[in-house]
């Protein structure tokens, strides 16, 4: 419509300059052909100052409304509207003033890492004849699981982990003359060609070893996240520490956790690295044999190593997993399935 009104001054301006043999005609029909050279200018030296940018809050949960924010800044002389477009979002934006932040609705499926692609924002000059063009940067940032399941339910599931007497947390030793027929591990024994019992005493702690293996799939990482989270703020807010051990892109890693703050940390280096490998596996030497032991994965079958005795929960169908699958998972923590 701008260009339209633009092509009508030039005819009239044209006509002035033909028909009529005047000055103020000449110079009326030159400022209408010329009209919209005042208004490129400003555009152009605006252009030289402004400047767009990416802002996300820390802390964005998976599946739950958020917003990010494009901060707009520039002279105040000029405030053109603004037109912002990626591969993933595109709007217009009129800040009635610079700087400015626009604020975008924003709801992520999938725990992890996510970006918004590099994209670009552009305005036009008041007649809509040149368009201005600033690049955007890509926008990376980090969602976090949502929690699942009544924390009361978790804490009596992790009990039975954390208890002592439990079979699960004796470590496995191999079978000596005079040792008690009662505590051979015929787990471990099948496993292996000679025969294994429990150790005879109790683990020397009850903190509890979660060993995690974070999925490819971003329908089982949100099981296996949405698991680790409950989980372990369930244990810290009733006064429980914990380990949590994951692979990192530096190798096995393993996190003493006293505090939530602690907590999240340890679970975005966790997430984030998206190694999937059996932790068990590559960092048995780092699990104390006799510690009660939770290993989370998406495998569908799960090695275990030998002298490790861990309770597993797969968000997979799994063949030798205490929990298989995240309905399973849901329902036994005492969560909707359908979440």
């Known amino acids: 419509m701008r260009r339209t009104s633009y092509c009508i001054l030039c005819l009239a301006g044209l006509f002035l300059l033909i028909m009529y043999d005047m000055p103020q005609a000449f110079s009326l029909g030159l400022a209408c052909i010329l009209a919209p050279l005042p208004g490129i200018v400003l555009a152009w030296k605006a252009h030289k100052r402004i400047r767009c940018s990416w802002q996300i809050p820390r802390g964005i949960t998976r599946a739950t409304p958020s917003q990010c924010q494009l901060l707009i800044s520039g002279p105040s002389w000029y405030i053109p509207s603004f037109f912002i477009s ?7 934006t009129s800040p009635s003033s610079l700087p400015a932040a626009c604020t975008i609705p924003l709801t992520i499926p999938h725990c992890g890492l996510f970006s918004i692609h ?11 004849l040149c368009r201005f ?58 496993r292996t060609d000679d025969v294994y019992v429990r150790d005879s005493e109790p683990a020397n702690g009850t903190d509890l070893l979660i060993a995690c293996s974070i999925p490819q799939s971003p329908d089982q990482r949100d099981t296996i996240g949405d698991t680790l989270l409950s989980a372990g703020l369930a244990l810290l807010h009733n006064g429980k520490t914990f380990t949590l051990l994951f692979l990192s892109s530096t190798g096995p890693r393993k996190e003493i956790i006293t505090s939530v703050d602690e907590f999240y940390t340890a679970l975005e280096e966790c997430i984030g690295s998206g190694l999937s490998g059996n932790v068990l596996e590559q960092a048995e030497k780092l699990i104390p044999a006799q510690s009660p032991l939770l290993y989370l994965t998406g ?35 005492g969560g909707d399935i359908h979440a």
């Not at 990626?86 to 217009?92: R, V």
Request: aromatic fraction near 12%; charge should be negative; charged fraction near 20%.
């Open 118 to 128: 590099k994209g670009e924002a552009w305005y036009m000059d008041p007649f809509h």
């Open 133 to 190: 063009h600033m690049p955007l940067t890509a926008l990376n940032g980090f969602v976090f699981p949502a929690r699942i399941g009544t924390e009361s339910q978790i804490l009596q599931v992790l009990s039975h982990i954390m208890t002592p007497d439990e079979k699960y947390y004796y470590g496995a030793v191999q079978y000596k003359p005079g040792d008690n027929p009662r505590l051979i591990n015929w787990k471990m024994t099948a």
């Open 299 to 333: 495998e569908s079958h799960v090695f275990i190593p030998p002298a490790l005795h861990p309770v597993i929960w797969s968000a997979s169908p799994c063949d030798n997993a205490d929990m298989a699958g995240r309905n399973d998972i849901m329902t036994k923590l």
């Open 86 to 92: 990626t591969e993933e979002l595109e709007f217009t």
